[in-house]
């Protein structure tokens, strides 16, 4: 199991290790391609978590959510808006 994500600058030296939480669902990239997301199921309490964390082009986690059901994220950073939307949480496997 992976313990961490590596985030490399554009010369393709390591600038950043990202801690994971369990299970990775999707990742992908805002509309304006400024900040990189990272969907995780989680399990808390004995039910299943959406994690969704927010991570800068350095590699630094800007915002971070969690939700027992499906829904948005919507968030500032940087005086700029961000809204994702994500599925019913689902148990790792």
Known sequence: MVEFAVVYDDAGREIRRIPKVLYTR??????????????????????????????????????????????????????RSYSIAFPTPEYPH
């Open 26 to 79: 999707d990742c992908g990239k805002t509309h304006d391609e400024r900040l990189f997301w990272l969907h995780y199921s989680s399990v808390e309490d004995g039910a299943a978590v959406n994690v969704i964390r927010f991570i800068d082009r350095d590699g630094y986690s800007v915002h971070e959510a969690k939700r027992a059901r499906a829904g948005t994220v919507s968030f500032k950073h940087k005086s």
